[in-house]
């Protein structure tokens, strides 16, 4: 199975699994009501470039499945966080850390997929992000 085959199989996973009921984290996903962030790659040796290759592979094949979608710049909910709108998990997370999205809603779930390349901090590891929420994006 290539990596993208099996990042989507995760995806597929995470749009048909229960949401917990409470906040958690366990290994590479962090979880609460309505939504779940998983890491789809950390890797000390990939470039940013690597990874927004494999998100674009990725998105290409979401795309296929779910129309296509332009990507989602995260400045202007950043811009909302500072003026002191409360913006709603996971949603607030994924502005803080990742700088556009690519975003699809699923039809038969009604659920978001988020997918974005986290790489603001210098001091955290590049990470390709997804994320499966049921709350609509803000």
């Known amino acids: 199975m290539d990596i ?3 990042h989507l199989a995760t995806i597929d996973r995470l749009c048909a ?4 009921a409470e906040p958690s984290t366990s290994g590479r996903c962090t979880a609460g009501p309505g939504y ?19 998100r674009q592979g990725i998105a290409e094949r979401l795309n296929d499945r779910l129309g296509e979608q332009l990507p989602w710049g ?7 966080m500072e003026r002191g709108e409360e913006i709603p998990e996971p949603w607030a997370r994924l502005a803080v850390r990742t700088d556009a999205l690519d975003v699809w809603q ?4 009604g659920r978001w997929i ?6 603001r901090d210098d001091q955290d590891e590049i990470q390709l992000l997804v ?7 803000p």
């Open 17 to 20: 699994q229960e949401f917990p």
């Open 74 to 80: 995260q400045l202007t909910m950043m811009v909302r």
């Open 4 to 6: 993208i085959a099996k």
């Open 131 to 137: 994320t499966v929420t049921e709350t609509d994006p």
């Open 36 to 54: 779940f962030t998983v890491e789809l790659e950390t890797d000390q040796e990939l470039t940013a470039d690597d990874f927004d290759a494999l």
């Open 106 to 109: 699923t039809p038969d779930t």
């Open 114 to 119: 988020a997918l974005g390349v986290a790489d």
